[in-house]
């Protein structure tokens, strides 16, 4: 089973800067199966980034994803104030849905 | 949309069923999906249905929670059988867009809160 770790845990920005998020699996996946979804509180998550890079409808172009293999990024160019959330990112494998823990963007 | 019910307050060991309605779209023609997450913690999957029927479950949840759909009401169910406490959560509904493995609409969700 393929474990996703995402880090950091919580990072602390101000608004109008970048951010970058990261998603390492412990084995080697397919680009084509890489997710990332944002969840604000008390909401359910929304899809941002589906075969790694590629946009869902709707996505700001401030949001970006790339990576290969083991390692994936979630760039956000410049943060607006509703970017302050938690970030998943998401595999599949084997008919199994696997999900990183989270990583929580907050206000500095 | 997506919009899921049944959540409750249930004693361990006990059983629930979930639903989720679906409207915009057939859920018959979608590979559907129910995903959990405990209070303050991440997403867990926990089971899918396919469109020719198949289904697939996580580890922790095999052989007692079950999926299904009823195409006339357009609705998927998660029948949740033997209850723990472990098994407290929202549980989300959420459609499979095509073939890229991923999630791209999500029902708001139902608690299921397990608590003797």
């Known amino acids: 089973e393929i474990v996703l770790t995402q880090s950091p845990g919580t990072l602390s920005l101000s608004p109008g800067e970048r951010a970058t998020l990261f998603c390492r699996a412990s084995?080697?996946?397919?680009?084509?199966?890489l997710a990332w979804y944002q969840q604000r509180p008390g909401q359910a998550p929304t899809l941002l980034i589906y075969?790694?890079?590629s946009r869902a409808t709707g996505i700001p172009d401030r949001f970006s994803g790339s990576g290969s293999g083991t390692d994936f990024t979630l760039t956000i160019s410049r943060l607006e104030p509703e970017d302050f959330a938690v970030y998943y990112c998401?595999?599949?494998?084997?008919?199994?849905?696997?999900f990183g823990q989270g990583t929580k963007l907050e206000i500095k | 949309q997506l919009v899921e019910s049944g959540g409750a307050l249930v004693q361990p060991g006990g059983s629930l069923r979930l639903s989720c309605a679906a409207s915009?779209?057939?859920?018959?023609?979608?590979?559907m999906s129910w995903v959990r997450q405990a209070p303050g913690k991440g997403l867990e999957w926990v089971s899918i249905?396919?469109?020719?029927?198949?289904?697939y479950y996580a580890d922790s949840v095999k052989g007692r929670f079950t999926i299904s759909r009823d195409t006339s009401k357009n609705t998927v169910y998660l029948q949740i059988n033997s209850l723990r406490v472990e098994d407290t959560a929202v549980y989300y509904c959420?459609?499979?867009?095509?073939?890229?493995?991923?999630?791209?609409?999500w029902g708001l969700g139902t608690m299921v809160t397990v608590s003797s």
């Open positions: 959420a459609r499979r867009f095509g073939g890229s493995r991923v999630f791209d609409i």
């Open positions: 915009g779209f057939t859920v018959s023609d979608y590979y």
């Open positions: 249905i396919y469109t020719g029927g198949s289904t």
């Open positions: 084995q080697s996946v397919s680009t084509n199966y």
């Open positions: 075969g790694a890079s």
């Open positions: 998401q595999h599949y494998g084997s008919s199994l849905y696997t």
